[in-house]
């Protein structure tokens, strides 16, 4: 079954606390990306990666942090620096070739700041 | 002005009615046009894509793109409760930095209600 796969799907973070959410694709996409969403609002970017070993700063990269060591995995931390963490996180992969790379999602997290 | 802005919602229409959700995007170098579709709680889900101006139909869905307007559509024919729904319009720039993909811009969305 291809598709992409985050976790947790709720994470609770204390004050202070830096947290890791997982994204893994078997589409055998190289670009994976993460977006942040608020409540009513629409995806704001936050880290795109086109390939193994290198990543870009999207929109909103203050205060979270990535790694693509594998082409299957983009894990995003959040950390201490993020002011306001509190949202719905979406991972999506897409392909590179052409120009038509549609994108497409994980589940979600839902990240809570207690 | 917001790089792409949807109309305004909540949309309410009657069970078997057309839905018109509208886009526009300021980008006039924006190449590629998503329709995504977002239930309460989920994730994004890509109902449709268009590329060139004119009309790209998809069952009930139909997708219209007017590059010189810097507009793009959705039009949902016999709209059904399962429809209701938040409608993302997002708007890629063709290519970016030399990269063959770009980044995608949404839009805030825009709210369907199909009542019975």
């Known amino acids: 079954d291809g598709g992409i796969t985050q976790s947790p799907k709720y994470l609770f973070r204390k004050e202070g606390q830096n947290v890791t959410l997982s994204c893994e694709q078997n589409?055998?996409?190289?670009?994976m990306y993460w977006y942040r969403q608020d409540p009513g609002q629409g995806l704001r970017l936050i880290y795109y990666?086109?390939?193994?070993?290198?990543?870009q700063k999207g929109d909103i990269a203050e205060g979270y942090s990535v790694s693509r060591e594998k082409k299957e995995s983009f894990p995003l931390t959040v950390t201490s620096a993020q002011k306001n963490p509190t949202a719905f996180y979406l991972c999506?992969?897409?392909?590179?070739?052409?120009?038509?790379?549609?994108?497409?999602f994980g589940p979600g997290t839902r990240l809570t700041v207690l | 002005q917001k790089e792409v802005e949807q109309n305004s919602g909540p949309l309410s229409v009657p069970e078997g009615a057309i839905a018109s959700l509208n886009c526009t995007y300021s980008d006039r170098g924006s190449q590629s046009f998503f329709w995504y579709r977002q239930y309460s709680g989920k994730s994004p889900e890509l109902i449709m894509s268009?590329?060139?101006?004119g009309d790209k139909e998809d069952g009930r869905f139909t997708a219209q793109l007017n590059k010189a307007s810097q507009y793009v559509s959705l039009l949902i024919r016999d709209s059904q409760p399962s429809d209701s729904a938040t409608y993302l319009c997002a708007v890629k720039v063709g290519r970016d930095g030399g990269t063959s993909y770009g980044k995608l811009t949404f839009g805030q969305g825009t709210i369907l209600t199909v009542h019975p």
């Open positions: 268009i590329y060139s101006n």
């Open positions: 999506a992969s897409s392909i590179t070739s052409g120009d038509y790379n549609e994108q497409f």
């Open positions: 589409l055998n996409h190289d670009a």
């Open positions: 990666s086109q390939i193994v070993n290198d990543f």
